[in-house]
């Protein structure tokens, strides 16, 4: 459970602006963005039920062009995306991705009415990170703390990683990517996420 609303939370962040414009409060674009994906699910659940890639436009459409993947990749990586060609880190951005998009598809038709709770946000003067802090509540159960790392690129904040209950969603694949690497390198770790993308995409998500 916690690692599917990790999966599912850590894309439901966007935001765009100009460099002139005025920078969006961070938790308020946590929230106004949350709300909007959340509820399209909701108004559109007879039309994902009848056809699930509908739930892929959505996300494509409202979050996915707020991401750094590459800033993503490249922790998740680490050592590794050193020593990639471009042509590696090019398809296992692509692959990372789309592992990340799966996850989020798959899981939140199941998870729309669960209540979010936004904790006040804590920023320094200037600041160009921030974690914007939130409970998803459970019933029968304590609410699952995420806090989402956002930073500051040309007036657009970015999202870059999302921690739950205290375990970066980053580090956590991070950690399981590199022993993939290890046993076979890092052409078979891209090899395999394409294989199960493919896979699970030909099931409907």
Same mark, same amino acid.
């Given at each position: 459970m916690k690692q599917t609303w990790a999966a599912v939370m850590v894309l439901t962040l966007a935001w ?70 471009p042509q590696q880190r090019r398809r296992f951005v692509a692959e990372f991705r789309s592992l990340l998009v799966r996850t989020y598809a798959k899981s939140l ?21 921030? *974690?914007?802090?939130? !409970? +998803?509540?459970?019933? $029968? ?5 995420? %806090?989402?790392?956002?930073?500051? @690129? ?21 950690? *399981?990517?590199?022993? !993939? +690497?290890?046993?076979? $390198? ?5 090899? %395999?996420?394409?294989?199960?993308? @493919? ?7």
């Open positions: 765009a602006g100009g460099v002139a414009a005025a920078v969006q409060d961070p938790l308020e674009l946590v929230q106004k963005t949350s709300e909007e994906i959340l509820g399209k699910v909701r108004e559109e659940r007879a039309a994902i039920d009848n056809n699930p890639r509908r739930l892929y436009q959505l996300v494509n459409e409202i979050v996915l062009p707020h991401f750094d993947f590459e800033r993503m990749s490249r922790w998740v990586l680490g050592k590794y995306w050193r020593r990639a060609s038709a199941e998870y729309t009415d669960n209540k979010i709770e936004y904790l006040p946000l804590r920023r320094r003067p200037g600041a160009e990170e921030v *974690t914007v802090r939130t !409970e +998803v509540e459970q019933a $029968g159960g304590f609410p699952i703390p995420i %806090d989402y790392s956002l930073y500051l @690129q040309g007036g657009s904040w970015k999202v870059f990683d999302v921690v739950i209950d205290g375990v970066s969603l980053v580090t956590n694949y991070r950690s *399981t990517f590199a022993s !993939e +690497v290890r046993r076979g $390198g890092l052409d078979k770790l891209i090899a %395999d996420l394409a294989d199960r993308n @493919q896979r699970e995409s030909g099931r409907g998500g």
